[in-house]
């Protein structure tokens, strides 16, 4: 019986002290609320401003050519440039003996080399999963089991592009040795 009245009086004291918590929390007058808002907004106006980031978008990039070079030349600047340009010597990429050639070739080989390895390997993981494929259509099932069109057309693709990346392989061998007997740096096709 003492506990239940202590703890009727503890309950009832925790309930007069929150209440006077909230009595005071709303006893807040709206002036100093809107005080508050202008005092904040000062604070703001005299904050000192946020210092810039840099970062690589800001940061101007190098360019390959010198500024003379990149300027297009005007008629009044000396004619010599335009003649130069038009009867210069070939660009890097289109002379067989610089880098720039034959790393050029080899890029655009391999490139087509990597994307065929991976249509490849796709293709060949969709066969798989045909050959084990179920078909809860008993007609479909008689049908694919009788002639087997979806698994005959995609191991066609299968070995078409099979042959595709041996081709691809063998031009990659073609280009090191022609570069070979070009007397290029063997380097440049690697």
């Given at each position: 019986?003492?506990?239940?009245?202590?703890?009727?009086?503890?309950?009832?004291?925790?309930?007069?002290?929150?209440?006077a918590?909230?009595?005071?929390?709303?006893?807040?007058?709206?002036?100093?609320?809107?005080?508050?808002?202008?005092?904040?907004?000062?604070?703001?106006?005299?904050?000192?401003?946020?210092?810039?980031?840099?970062?690589?978008?800001d940061?101007?990039?190098?360019?390959?050519?010198?500024?003379?070079?990149?300027?297009?030349?005007?008629?009044?600047?000396?004619?010599?440039?335009?003649?130069?340009?038009?009867?210069?010597?070939?660009?890097?990429?289109?002379?067989?003996?610089?880098?720039?050639?034959?790393?050029?070739?080899?890029?655009?080989?391999?490139?087509?080399?990597?994307?065929?390895?991976?249509?490849l390997?796709?293709?060949q993981?969709?066969?798989?999963?045909?050959?084990?494929?179920?078909y809860?259509?008993p007609?479909?099932?008689?049908?694919?089991?009788?002639n087997?069109?979806?698994?005959?057309?995609?191991?066609?693709?299968?070995?078409?592009?099979?042959?595709?990346?041996?081709?691809?392989?063998?031009?990659?061998?073609?280009?090191?040795?022609?570069?070979?007997?070009?007397?290029?740096?063997?380097?440049?096709?690697?």
């Amino acid at each position: 019986m003492v506990t239940k009245t202590l703890l009727r009086v503890a309950l009832a004291g925790i309930f007069v002290t929150c209440a006077a918590v909230a009595a005071s929390a709303q006893a807040t007058d709206p002036d100093d609320v809107a005080a508050a808002a202008r005092k904040a907004r000062d604070q703001q106006k005299t904050a000192p401003k946020p210092k810039k980031v840099v970062t690589n978008d800001d940061i101007p990039s190098k360019s390959t050519a010198p500024d003379a070079a990149a300027k297009p030349a005007t008629p009044g600047e000396g004619g010599q440039a335009e003649g130069q340009a038009s009867n210069g010597a070939p660009k890097d990429e289109d002379d067989p003996k610089k880098e720039a050639y034959w790393h050029k070739r080899y890029s655009e080989i391999h490139d087509k080399l990597t994307q065929a390895e991976k249509d490849l390997d796709v293709y060949q993981r969709e066969l798989n999963t045909d050959q084990v494929q179920y078909y809860n259509d008993p007609q479909k099932a008689l049908v694919e089991q009788h002639n087997r069109t979806e698994i005959n057309d995609k191991t066609a693709k299968v070995d078409a592009k099979k042959k595709e990346v041996e081709g691809l392989k063998q031009q990659l061998t073609d280009l090191e040795e022609e570069c070979r007997k070009s007397g290029c740096d063997p380097g440049w096709v690697r």
